[in-house]
């Protein structure tokens, strides 16, 4: 053997600790949830019981499961949209120069610091049923929302979402409106472009790659978000706020079935897939 | 010289730490995991009584609480990666662990115990093939925490059963000052499935007759039907409040004074006694229907454990000394849990009769030895421990449809057709048949 040939070798030595560390940490698990969602049950981590495709089966002839992949992607997409909204309109405001700036960023960027167990209690108690929610809107002469109800427990937790996600669009919009080059704007106004034209022509095609970024990373939390749903309603009323993340919680610690709860998380991961090439896709444009 | 000096110190450090090591290694130990009670002493208690057998015996003993609700989800994920504890104090699930050939059984603890002075009924929620496998850390009677200021103003006497208790929900419910006559927990929580649980029983229902997918029959009867009838049409009424959606929301209900009764267990009493005795002093609990047992937390020691005699003394000396346990667990508590032992009930009972716990409106003796249904994981009828029973409480099946029929409007015999259909799915993947 030559002596590079001997290097070559040599230096792929060096590569088998990552590879290993890889494939222990993500091909492995991976591929034992896969293999495990053929059994009906496991015992000290070990599938017994193959039942083939019979707990895909099970779930794709579920109602439950259907609705709740459509409430989970409801929850996730307007958290996305508002949160996308709000991060903008924020950084559009802050991204300004005016007195207090620095601070008003700081302010705002508070909720995405704070963990997520102290959101879920903190507006457990801002909407609890007299809490400062519903004394507000007492005050202002209004009826009082039974925020946990089913009719509005939905909509309370989508809130809170938003609260506590909406800074890192913020900062992440912010971050690419700093890098937008003046000159651009500039050569716009030249050109006799409005406000709107500026901002669509020139600073949403300068967010592109930021946007994407968020978008995918925010729909991955978001998506998988359990924390502050738990803590509030743990996916009730009914099924109001039943997600996916609460259903195979509740499928794997409560009914005691991990081997189905494995086969529900497999059963939306194609959609996780789907989110990360369109996104890479989107990219290379 | 510095430099040598450090040498000898950190050569020192290092023998301390093997001569250290080395003789942790060879005492025996014993990890313990356990639900974090709210009283605080009884925390202490489970805590202080192991860490002393340990001394006692040269065991190293390790206790770890954790909050309700968390414990199963942390035994799931260790069983899986062989990680469990060797026992556990206040646990869950005696049904499911069994049914995996996890537990070890525990005669011979209860025999050195005493058997005749466990209230059996209760000794046996843990009981599956005819051996028991845990031991009841307690009964958690839901009772009925009622206002007398208000009954009495309104010229009312206690209810006897469910239809009077209905009655009288409806003349205390006061809409335009968003006052209820029932606090009843709504939404996915353990309170709305034992509140469910007692209107069946007393209802005359049941969910599993056998040990079969064919056992779940009883479910789809009328009594289920008259049961959730019973608590939509209150619902309907107004009688209950719509914002009791979490666990402690009937609690809270009580505690802020929105509603006139409650069904709990005597945690209630317990914050109103320390921190609201105004209202401790109108509150009396008293028996309404079936009494449900939401007490299942029990002692149980895994297969696994490298020292099962060792853990089967500590089970033993957890409840040996009996006056310790009532004193130090029980009445540390305010009586949020009574015994499982007869001998210590009766002195409770005997307390109650000199005028003690005067906020019990029935002794609590006679009425532990009346009570007929423990909540999980003993099925009913079936009268032993489940996994179907474990599986329907800790997947909130009960609340689920209540809520289906309150919240969502799916018809009453729609929603216990589902219920059923899932109870025997569940009950088919236990048996097998």
Redesign the interface.
Request: aromatic content about 14%; cysteine-free; charged content about 20%.
């Given at each position: 053997m030559e002596r590079w040939q001997l290097r070559k070798l040599f230096d792929y030595w060096f590569v088998i600790p990552v590879i290993a560390v890889i494939f222990a940490t993500v091909i492995f698990p991976l591929v034992y949830g896969f293999w495990a969602s053929f059994y009906?049950t496991?015992?000290?981590?070990n599938p017994v019981n193959f039942i083939g495709f019979g707990n895909y089966l099970r779930a794709l002839s579920s109602d439950r499961f259907y609705q709740t992949v459509f409430r989970t992607f409801y929850y996730t997409g307007s958290c996305i949209l508002v949160k996308t909204i709000i991060g903008l309109g924020a950084a559009l405001l802050l991204n300004r120069e005016f007195k207090g700036k620095g601070f008003m960023r700081g302010i705002t960027i508070i909720p995405w610091t704070m963990p997520l167990f102290v959101v879920a209690i903190m507006w457990?108690g801002i909407f609890e049923?007299?809490g400062p929610a519903n004394e507000g809107l007492k005050s202002l002469g209004l009826p009082i929302v039974?925020w946990?109800?089913?009719d509005w427990?939905m909509s309370s937790v989508i809130i809170i979402n938003i609260w506590k996600g909406f800074p890192f669009y913020f900062m992440g919009f912010l971050a690419g409106l700093q890098g937008i080059p003046r000159s651009l704007y500039e050569a716009a106004e030249m050109d006799g472009a409005s406000s709107w034209q500026s901002f669509r022509n020139v600073t949403l095609p300068g967010l592109r790659p930021v946007l994407l970024t968020i978008l995918m990373l925010s729909t991955i939390w978001t998506f998988s978000e359990f924390v502050t749903i738990f803590l509030?309603?743990?996916?009730?009323?009914?099924?109001?706020t039943q997600t996916m993340a609460i259903l195979v919680?509740?499928?794997?610690?409560?009914?005691?079935e991990?081997n189905y709860a494995l086969t529900l998380s497999i059963l939306i991961l194609p959609f996780f897939l789907l989110l990360i090439y369109y996104t890479l896709k989107l990219f290379t444009r | 010289m510095k430099s040598k000096h450090m040498m000898m110190a950190a050569t020192l450090v290092l023998v301390l730490a093997l001569s250290t090591s080395a003789s942790t290694a060879q005492k025996p130990n014993i990890e313990i995991w356990g639900v974090s009670s709210f009283v605080a002493d009884v925390n202490n208690w489970v805590v202080h009584k192991a860490k002393k057998w340990g001394t006692k015996n040269g065991v190293e003993v390790k206790v770890s609480l954790f909050p309700f609700g968390q414990l199963?989800?942390k035994l799931?994920?260790a069983?899986?990666?062989?990680t469990q504890p060797d026992m556990c104090v206040q646990g869950w699930?005696v049904g499911?662990w069994v049914n995996?050939?996890l537990l070890l059984p525990l005669d011979d603890v209860v025999d050195r115990l005493g058997r005749a002075d466990f209230f059996k009924h209760k000794l046996i929620e843990n009981q599956l093939r005819g051996q028991i496998y845990g031991i009841p850390g307690f009964f958690e009677l839901f009772m009925l925490h009622i206002r007398t200021d208000l009954l009495k103003a309104a010229g009312l006497d206690y209810p006897n059963d469910y239809e009077e208790f209905a009655q009288i929900a409806l003349k205390l419910t006061d809409p335009k000052k968003n006052f209820y006559g029932m606090g009843y927990s709504?939404?996915?929580?353990f309170d709305n499935d034992c509140h469910f649980l007692g209107a069946l029983f007393t209802h005359g229902g049941g969910y599993l007759s056998e040990k079969s997918s064919k056992g779940v029959g009883i479910f789809k009867g009328e009594s289920t039907i008259k049961a959730l009838k019973w608590i939509k049409d209150l619902y309907d009424k107004k009688a209950i409040?719509?914002?009791g959606?979490?666990e402690i929301g009937n609690n809270n209900a009580y505690i802020?004074g929105?509603v006139a009764m409650t069904l709990n267990p005597p945690s209630i009493m317990y914050a109103l006694k320390h921190r609201y005795p105004e209202l401790a002093a109108k509150t009396k609990m008293i028996p309404v229907g079936e009494i449900i047992d939401g007490g299942e937390e029990s002692l149980f020691i895994f297969k696994s454990t490298k020292y099962p005699e060792l853990a089967k003394d500590l089970a033993y000396y957890y409840f040996k000394d009996k006056e310790d346990y009532r004193k130090n667990f029980i009445e540390a508590g305010e009586l949020y849990g009574l015994p499982i032992f007869k001998s210590q009930a009766k002195v409770i009972g005997d307390a109650w009769k000199r005028g003690e716990w005067s906020e019990w409106g029935v002794n609590p003796y006679e009425m532990l030895k009346s009570i007929k249904y423990v909540t999980n994981p003993r099925a009913y009828p079936l009268g032993e421990a489940s996994?179907v029973a474990?599986?329907a409480m800790?997947?909130?099946l009960w609340?689920?449809l209540v809520?289906?029929v309150?919240?969502?409007k799916v018809p009453i015999e729609t929603a216990v057709e589902e219920a059923h259909q899932e109870l025997k799915r569940?009950a088919k993947?236990v048996y097998g048949k």
């Open positions: 009906k496991t015992i000290s981590g457990y049923w007299r039974n946990f109800g089913y427990a509030t309603t743990r996916g009730g009323p009914g099924s109001a919680y509740e499928t794997a610690f409560g009914a005691f991990l | 199963n989800a799931i994920a069983i899986e990666a062989g699930g499911e995996k050939g709504l939404g996915r929580n409040p719509p914002f959606m979490v802020n929105v996994p474990d599986r800790m997947s909130h609340a689920r809520d289906a309150i919240f969502e569940v993947e």
